[in-house]
T-cell receptor, first 110, second 117 residues
Framework: RKEVEQDPGPFNVPEGATVAFNCTYS??????FFWYRQDCRKEPKLLMS???SGNEDGRFTAQLNRASQYISLLIRDSKLSDSATYLC???????????FGAGTRLAVHP | SAVISQKPSRDICQRGTSLTIQCQVD?????MFWYRQQPGQSLTLIAT?????????ESGFVIDKFPISRPNLTFSTLTVSNMSPEDSSIYLC??????????????FGPGTRLTVL
């Protein structure tokens, strides 16, 4: 079983749609959770950290369920510029090491 | 966040040669990391580079193949030694920054795209 598993992509959605990505992780000792976005041929950029109570940043909402070891990212009112690969990332149980999911590709079309 | 630069941005190398990649950050950081992203794959941590101590390598990566230097708090190098085509990949450095009231966050350099012929 992979340490971090994500929805298979790609997700093809029209502008204005709401899209949700899911992620599960295997290490119950993980303490830190993140969503990164990666554009084609670019480095990953931190989108948001995920807090236990859930957090929102504009059109983006992240949720964490520690009991189910599940993380989600909701994007509302999708824009063309949201097209990218979204990486679910968790730390390796108390260490600084980050474990990356394989990523979910999002394509927003007009 | 931090401003991170890497050199070279890309290179094409012959098998058997070595390439040293530089990572420079605009502020002092304790933790720096080196990752590899193979074509179509996600990121894999190679090693953690802390100033004043030897790098800590992940399973599957060894110092002889990927020697790392960390001479100060703003700079690190990764060398890919005795390269083979299987080393063709993007190599990225990252730095860890503390946040107020939140988890430590990592920020990535632009990456070095290596092709080995």
């Amino acid at each position: 079983r992979k340490e971090v598993e994500q929805d298979p992509g790609p997700f093809n959605v029209p502008e204005g749609a709401t899209v949700a990505f899911n992620c599960t992780y295997s290490n119950s000792a993980s303490q830190s959770f993140f969503w990164y976005r990666q554009d084609c041929r670019k480095e990953p950029k931190l989108l948001m950290s995920v807090y236990s109570s859930g957090n929102e940043d504009g059109r983006f909402t992240a949720q964490l369920n520690r009991a189910s070891q599940y993380i989600s990212l909701l994007i509302r009112d999708s824009k063309l510029s949201d097209s990218a690969t979204y990486l679910c990332v968790v730390n390796a149980g108390g260490y600084n090491k980050l474990i990356f999911g394989a990523g979910t590709r999002l394509a927003v079309h007009p | 966040s931090a401003v991170i630069s890497q050199k070279p941005s890309r290179d094409i190398c012959q098998r058997g040669t070595s390439l040293t990649i530089q990572c420079q950050v605009d502020s002092q950081v304790t933790m720096m990391f080196w990752y590899r992203q193979q074509p179509g794959q996600s990121l894999t941590l190679i090693a953690t580079a802390n100033q004043g101590s030897e790098a800590t390598y992940e399973s599957g990566f060894v110092i002889d193949k990927f020697p790392i230097s960390r001479p100060n708090l703003t700079f690190s190098t990764l060398t890919v030694s005795n390269m083979s085509p299987e080393d063709s990949s993007i190599y990225l450095c990252s730095v860890e920054m503390r946040t107020a009231g939140g988890p430590d966050e990592q920020f990535f350099g632009p990456g070095t795209r290596l092709t080995v012929l």
